[in-house]
C-alpha cells in the first residue's frame, strides 16, 4: 500500500494536466527568461565572472521572493548561475580569488535555473565579446555557435510523443558533422520532474562508460531539458584543478555533523536550497565556507567539479531550454532563446538533407538573427 501511494504521488505531482503545475513550470519560465537578459547585458570587456554570478543568483531570489508568497512554497535556485569561458564547460562560479575578468574575443556561456515548488526551469545561452560588433566573427567560434544552436532547435522540433532519445540523438550527430564540431561528452536530452534534475530519459550525445545506455520512447505529459554543447576540439571533458564551488545536498546521507559551523551552514543550505546545487559565492557570510569540508567529507554534500574541454585550445558553444511534451504530443519551449551572436560559418546545413529539411524554417527565421 506504501509504494502504492507513492507512486500515485509521484504520478499526481508530475502531472501536466493539472493547471497549477503547469502554471508552476511557467512561473520558473518566466523568471529564468527576466533573469538572463540581465546577465548578458553585464557580459562586457572587464567585467568580472565572480560578480555576475553573484548577481545571477541575488536575481533569481529577488524574483522568487515576490511570487506563491500565500502558502508556504519552496523556492528559488534550481542552478545556480555558472558562466563558462571559452574551452570551459560547466559549474565554473568562482569565488573573488579565483575570479576571470573577461576580454574582447571571449566566448562566454551563462546558465542557470529556477524552480517554484520543485517544478524547474533552466536555461543556457553563449554570446561573443565582438571588438567589432559591425562584422560577424567567424572562424571556429562561429562553428561552434551554429552548431549549438541548430543542434538544440533540432533537438526540439524532434521531441515529440512517440519518437525515439535515438531519432534526437542521430539528427544532433548530423548537425555536428555539417559544422565540423562535436557534441561535447555527456551533451543531453533529459528528462526532469518535480525536485528532480536527472529523471529516467536520457538521450546522451558522445557518451562515455560512465553514461548509462538504453534508449527510451518519449511520451505526453513529460518535461525535458534540451543541453547542447559543441566543441571545436574532440569533446572529451576532464576536471580543472580548481576547488569546487558548487555542491548539492545529499538527501540519502545522514550524520550527525560536529562542527558548529558545519551544523550551521548545514541547515542554511537545506533551508534555502532544498535538495537542488547552490554556490559558494551565494553564501552571504564567508566564516560559512569554514563548514562545508566536513558535510563533503561525510557525504551530506556533492561537489560539483568544473569542467573543461580535454582539449584546451577549443571553444565550446551551448545552449539549453526547458520544454514539455503536452497532451497533443508536440513540445513547447518555456524557457526563451535570445538575441543571437553575430557570427558567419562557413559550413551549413544543406537544405535538401533530411534535417535540413526539418529545420527549414529555422533556418529561414535565424538568417536574419545573424547566423
Keep these: 500500500m506504501e509504494v502504492e501511494y507513492y507512486t500515485q504521488k509521484f504520478n499526481t505531482d508530475n502531472d501536466l494536466s493539472n493547471s497549477v503545475i503547469l502554471s508552476k513550470y511557467r512561473s520558473a ?106 562584422q560577424p566573427i567567424e572562424g571556429r567560434s562561429a562553428d561552434a555557435v551554429a552548431a549549438a544552436h541548430f543542434g538544440a532547435e ?76 559543441m566543441s571545436t576540439g574532440n569533446g572529451l571533458i576532464r576536471e580543472s584543478d580548481l576547488k569546487p564551488t558548487i555542491y548539492q545536498r545529499n538527501v540519502n546521507e545522514v550524520y550527525n555533523l560536529k562542527l558548529k559551523a558545519a551544523r550551521t551552514v548545514f541547515k542554511k543550505i537545506s533551508d534555502n536550497y532544498s535538495v537542488f546545487p547552490f554556490s559558494l559565492n551565494s553564501l552571504e557570510n564567508t566564516r560559512d565556507r569554514l563548514g562545508i569540508p566536513e558535510c563533503v567529507t561525510h557525504g551530506l554534500l556533492r561537489p560539483y567539479y568544473v569542467l573543461l574541454e580535454n582539449a584546451g585550445q577549443a571553444v565550446v558553444a551551448q545552449f539549453k531550454f526547458t520544454a514539455l511534451v503536452g497532451t497533443n504530443g508536440n513540445a513547447t519551449r518555456i524557457t526563451s532563446s535570445l538575441q543571437l551572436p553575430y557570427v558567419y560559418s562557413e559550413f551549413s546545413i544543406p537544405p535538401e538533407t533530411d534535417i535540413g529539411k526539418l529545420l527549414a524554417n529555422e533556418i529561414k527565421s535565424t538568417k536574419a538573427k545573424n547566423i
Excluded: W
Design 154 to 229: 533540432v533537438a526540439l522540433k524532434l521531441l515529440k510523443a512517440g519518437n525515439k532519445g535515438s531519432d534526437i540523438v542521430k539528427a544532433v550527430n548530423q548537425v555536428a558533422d555539417a559544422f565540423k564540431c562535436i557534441p561535447v561528452e555527456g551533451s543531453i536530452v533529459q528528462q526532469i520532474r518535480r525536485y528532480v534534475l536527472q529523471a529516467e530519459n536520457s538521450a546522451i550525445l558522445n557518451p562515455n562508460d560512465g553514461f548509462p545506455d538504453g534508449d527510451f520512447i518519449i511520451n505526453s505529459n513529460e518535461v525535458y531539458t534540451i543541453n547542447i554543447l
Design 29 to 134: 519560465a518566466d523568471i529564468v527568461n527576466a533573469v538572463l537578459p540581465q546577465i548578458i547585458s553585464r557580459i562586457v570587456p572587464g567585467a568580472s565572472v565572480s560578480e555576475l554570478c553573484k548577481y545571477g543568483d541575488q536575481l533569481i531570489f529577488s524574483h522568487t521572493s515576490k511570487v506563491y508568497n500565500k502558502n508556504k512554497v519552496e523556492k528559488g535556485v534550481a542552478l545556480p548561475t555558472m558562466i563558462c569561458v571559452n574551452h570551459c564547460l560547466q559549474y565554473f562560479s568562482p569565488l573573488p580569488e579565483n575570479d576571470i575578468i573577461l576580454q574582447h574575443g571571449d566566448l562566454v556561456k551563462v546558465e542557470l535555473g529556477v524552480h517554484i515548488d520543485g517544478y524547474i526551469a533552466s536555461t543556457a545561452h553563449t554570446t561573443i565579446l565582438n571588438p567589432n560588433p559591425q
